[in-house]
């Protein structure tokens, strides 16, 4: 018999109202502004806090996470807490670099809907080529990687194709 969970084991912590892509299903209503972002301090509270009541790990977001500043050091604080940091991007700006610091992640994943044109059903800007990029720097830092896919009648007919392609990639 299983008892009661003191604490959720997982918390989605939207950490920014940033993102440059402006995807219209969007619950963020994210843009170019910050208002509503907590500042680093606060942001470190709310984690310790978490990981006081026992979460076991936290996905952070947004908007888009990798516009905000400080997340490299706001995932390290989490894991100085005992938290597992997990991130959700939608890619575009990782880079090789950025990759390596993803090591401090759990896991992350990178919004994608479809291979080829069916990237951006979506997602405005989203561009495939950039994503699988990504992916490839990823995966060559060792950083556990993941698909997180919206799913609509527009890319239906497509998930086949994107699940082989995250087979062939060796995705989660």
């Known amino acids: 018999k299983i008892g009661d969970l003191s604490a959720p084991v997982e918390v989605h912590f939207a950490c920014t109202?940033?993102?440059?892509?402006?995807?219209?299903?969007?619950?963020?209503?994210?843009?170019?502004?910050?208002?509503?972002d907590?500042?680093?301090?606060?942001?470190?509270?709310?984690?310790s806090s978490l990981a006081e009541m026992g979460v076991?790990?936290?996905?952070?977001?947004?908007?888009?996470?990798?516009?905000?500043?400080?997340?490299?050091?706001l995932a390290q604080h989490a894991r100085t807490c005992g938290l597992?940091?997990?991130?959700?991007?939608?890619?575009?700006?990782v880079t090789p670099d950025i990759a390596r610091k993803m090591t401090v992640f759990g896991q992350v994943n990178l919004s994608l809907d479809g291979v080829g044109e069916g990237a951006g059903v979506f997602r405005d800007g989203a561009d495939f080529h950039r994503v699988d990029q990504a992916f490839d720097y990823l995966l060559e830092a060792g950083v556990s990687s993941g698909i997180n896919?919206?799913?609509?009648?527009?890319?239906?007919d497509g998930l086949p194709a994107l699940f082989a392609y995250a087979a062939a990639?060796?995705?989660?």
């Open 38 to 47: 907590l500042d680093t301090n606060v942001f470190k509270q709310a984690l």
């Open 84 to 93: 597992v940091p997990n991130l959700t991007t939608n890619g575009h700006l």
């Open 149 to 156: 896919c919206v799913v609509g009648r527009e890319n239906y």
């Open 56 to 73: 076991f790990h936290v996905a952070l977001g947004g908007g888009e996470a990798l516009e905000r500043h400080d997340l490299f050091e």
């Open 17 to 36: 109202n940033q993102c440059s892509m402006g995807c219209g299903h969007c619950y963020m209503d994210s843009g170019d502004g910050v208002s509503g």
């Open 169 to 172: 990639k060796g995705l989660k």
